[in-house]
């Protein structure tokens, strides 16, 4: 598809347990982006991938969250040892490494 | 602290009405400032966007007007429908945040017909 994909589109687990959400982002786009939505929160930034430089990992919250890009495209962002409060939907966002950010429908994880 | 304060939380417009959205900001280096449009269960989408170079940009029914010595600006909807009910997010970003935006908590608005 043209637009940014994001899968699982939801995920239910278990306290504890580790999860991986996947993030496609358009074809040709350099720069990539996860962000976090909370019920009734905004939008929080985690972490920003562009090119071949180091990631901005400055909006983790914990060591129990990474992301990885691999060859310059498909993202994984792992949550370790989830906790209650890592429920939230998952938005992943790519562009040209400035201006709009394009981004696919989210995964919504639930940790129970 | 790099932050954009957004208000209200929630608003309520009638149809034909004008719904305003404030946000407000910190950092002086920051120079785009867009706003996005979330429908639920889809992701944000951008909707309008302005640079600090003018002080308003309107685009249909959308305008944005930008208070450069305020470090402030705002979201109208001139003849708000109720296609228009959704969250609306500000957001902020300059050269020394690379791409990414720094957001507003959103504004939940609903339009009653």
């Known amino acids: 598809g043209a637009g940014v994909s994001q899968s699982p589109s939801n995920k239910v687990t278990e306290k504890g347990k580790d999860v991986e959400l996947r993030c496609d982002p358009i074809?040709?786009?350099?720069?990539l982006y996860w962000y976090r939505q909370s019920l009734g929160q905004g939008l929080e930034f985690l972490i920003y991938?562009?090119?071949?430089?180091?990631?901005?990992k400055s909006g983790l919250p914990s060591d129990r969250f990474s992301a990885e890009r691999t060859g310059g495209s498909v993202s994984t962002l792992t949550i370790q040892r989830t906790q209650q409060e890592d429920s939230a939907v998952y938005l992943c966002?790519?562009?040209?490494?400035?201006?709009?950010?394009?981004f696919g429908e989210g995964s919504r994880l639930t940790v129970l | 602290q790099q932050q954009v304060k957004q208000s209200p939380q929630s608003l309520i417009v009638q149809k034909g009405g004008i719904s305003i959205i404030n946000c407000a900001y910190e950092?002086?280096?920051?120079?785009?400032f867009p706003w996005y449009q979330q429908f639920p269960g889809k992701g944000p989408a951008l909707l309008i966007a302005?640079?600090?170079?003018?002080s308003e940009k309107k685009e249909g029914r959308f305008t944005i007007s930008f208070n450069k010595s305020a470090k402030q600006f705002s979201l109208h909807i001139m003849d708000s429908q109720p296609g228009d009910s959704a969250t609306y997010f500000c957001?902020?970003?300059?050269?020394?945040?690379?791409?990414?935006?720094?957001f507003g908590q959103g504004t939940e608005l609903s339009v009653k017909p």
């Open positions: 966002a790519s562009n040209l490494g400035a201006g709009e950010l394009f």
């Open positions: 074809s040709g786009h350099t720069a």
């Open positions: 991938f562009q090119g071949n430089s180091a990631p901005d």
């Open positions: 950092n002086t280096a920051f120079d785009y």
């Open positions: 302005i640079r600090p170079d003018v």
């Open positions: 957001a902020a970003s300059g050269f020394s945040q690379g791409g990414k935006l720094i």
